[in-house]
Every structure is written in structure tokens, then in C-alpha cells.
């Protein structure tokens, strides 16, 4: 009983870890805001969103298991941090991902079931795979239109930036009338033609939240 109780205890502690850890996008693009979103409020955010989005359109898919990927998806960062596009391959993160999520979860009794669900979510050929990536993508979207909204982004102060004179991110930049609608401009291939989405970015782009 002692290890079961231990065990529960050290992978909530471990979870716990994610509150303090600061998402890496409002950072890389100099948010200027008393508190930046964090992991653990990022996976609150898209189960909400995931929720909100499942009813609204009427999806037919197996919601709590999208939710439940939502739990765990972000897991690996525990031990890796948030790492952006730039400073990894898609490869290289799903490796050490997968890695980190195993140290993670040494000993843990559901173990198994969590890494099925991770790949599941990783490999994303499933509806409930697809969506929940979506919802994740479209989450940070909707984040950094609120900070633009706020006032908390400024072209003018990037100085510090190492992506802001990449050719993709300057295409988009150039194009756009601000960062928040370049941001959501640059993951418009991450949903993969998915009309409603589609719909929701462009929605986005013309209108205030």
C-alpha cells in the first residue's frame, strides 16, 4: 500500500511541475504581461476548448478520450521543457517525448495505457488523434490573439527573437496586418484542410475575441 500511495503522490508532484513551467511562444516573441500562460493552464485551456468546440459543432467522436489525451500530452515537458519549433526536429521531440514520458511514468501503474494514448496522439490517424491536435494548435492561436489584443505584443521590441527573421515567419509577417493574425497565418497548415477549423482561424483573423 505504502509504493501505491507513493507512487500516486510522486506522479501528481510530478504534474504539479507544469504550473511554473511558462509556455515558450509568448516568451520567443517577448510577451510584456505580468503572467504568461503556463503548461498546466495551456492543457486547461484546450480541454475547455476541446469541450466547447465538440458540443458547438456537433462532433461524433469519443470526447473523453480526446480530453484524456489532453491530460497527458504535454507530459514529456516535465522533463524536456517546452521546446519550440527551432530548437528541435518533429523526429527528435517525439523521441525524447516519448523517452521523458516513460521516465515519467517508472512505476506508475497506468503507465501503459497513458504511452498507448500518447502514441495515439503523436501519430494522430485516429478522429479523436486529429482532433485533440487541433484543439491544441487552435489554443495557442487564440492565446496569443488575446495578448495582441491586451497590447502585450510589439513588433517593434524583438530584438531578442531568433525566429522573427526566418523566411517562413517574415512571409507571414509581411503579409499580416499584425503578430497575432501572422501567428495563426503560419499554423494554417496544421489543420490539414479541417473546414470547421479552417473556418475558426479565419473567423479569428477578422474579428476581436
Not at 476541446?50 to 470526447?63: E, G, P, R
Request: with cysteine; charged share 30%; hydrophobic share 40%.
Amino acid at each position: 500500500m505504502d509504493d501505491i500511495i507513493k507512487n500516486t503522490i510522486k506522479f501528481y508532484v510530478l504534474c504539479n511541475k507544469l504550473k511554473d513551467l511558462i509556455r515558450k511562444g509568448p516568451l520567443t516573441w517577448n510577451v510584456k504581461r505580468e503572467r504568461i500562460e503556463s503548461v498546466a493552464e495551456h492543457i486547461y485551456g484546450v480541454q475547455m476548448l476541446a469541450i466547447s468546440i465538440y458540443f458547438q459543432f456537433n462532433y461524433k467522436l469519443d470526447l473523453n478520450k480526446v480530453i484524456f489525451m489532453l491530460a497527458i500530452h504535454e507530459l514529456e515537458e516535465i522533463k524536456i521543457g517546452d521546446l519550440a519549433f527551432y530548437e528541435t526536429t518533429r523526429v527528435d521531440k517525439l523521441i525524447n517525448g516519448r523517452k521523458a514520458t516513460e521516465y515519467i511514468l517508472e512505476n506508475f501503474s497506468g503507465k501503459e495505457e497513458i504511452l498507448n494514448l500518447l502514441d495515439e496522439y503523436n501519430e494522430r490517424k485516429t478522429e479523436e488523434a486529429i482532433f485533440a491536435y487541433h484543439c491544441d494548435k487552435l489554443e495557442c492561436d487564440i492565446q496569443m490573439k488575446l495578448y495582441d489584443q491586451e497590447g502585450c505584443l510589439d513588433l517593434n521590441n524583438q530584438t531578442k527573437n531568433p525566429i522573427i527573421n526566418l523566411p517562413s515567419v517574415r512571409k507571414v509577417l509581411d503579409s499580416e496586418k499584425n503578430i497575432s493574425n501572422a501567428w495563426i497565418e503560419f499554423d494554417r497548415d496544421k489543420y490539414e484542410n479541417d473546414p470547421i477549423f479552417i473556418d475558426i482561424i479565419n473567423w479569428l483573423k477578422d474579428n476581436k475575441i
